[in-house]
């Protein structure tokens, strides 16, 4: 009995020792990896903002030149939202906002959303998803030109009505198999207008303080 009472003793320890082994390398695998997928993002998002507003079309630093803007949850946005700023010379010409559509197949969907100061709809990439590989990832670019459609668009272009896909009585193409999708990203893109509708003067003054604080 005593040798059995050693054994199981002996077992247990090794279990605890192979679960805090094992426990710990898990930690610092998620760790690394989010680390990775985090420097992944920023570099998906460095490359959608030069693709939504190209250089030639501004000449300031935009990566380095954002402003805060207010919370608002009316609109999908609950925490202030740090958005970057295109300018010539000192003025400003749009800006980019970064959008979660929290309604997509799989999960959260990130979005950049580019608009003029004139509420026109500038460009919009998606940086981040996890919906059905040949079916809702079709809102990339690098898979489809969907994404494309919204360009030039603005709340009165097509009307509050419109911003919905087409089975819904909107003007965007859904993707056969797959309408959940592009109804959660033109939802964001649509929030994101109504946003900046909403808050004109907050952006208007965040903007105009940016502008007096690099002026020599």
Known sequence: ???????IRRSAIGLGLFAVFT???IAITQALTADRIQLQVA????RALY????????NNDMLNDTVVLPADERFRF???VNAWVARVDDSAI???????????????IQILVGVSLSGDVLGVRVTGHKETPGLGDKVELKKSNWVLD???RSLDNPGLDGWTVAKNGGVFDQFTGATITPKAVTGAVRNALLYLRAHESDVALAVATRTAQESP
């Open 94 to 108: 749009g800006l980019i906002l970064p959008v979660v559509a929290p309604d997509g197949y799989s999960g959260n």
């Open 150 to 152: 919204f360009n030039g």
């Open 23 to 25: 426990g710990g390398t």
């Open 51 to 58: 693709e939504i507003i190209p250089e030639s079309l501004h």
């Open 43 to 46: 570099r998906a998002e460095a």
């Open 78 to 80: 609950p925490q202030p």
């Open 1 to 7: 009995m005593a040798a059995l009472g050693q054994s």
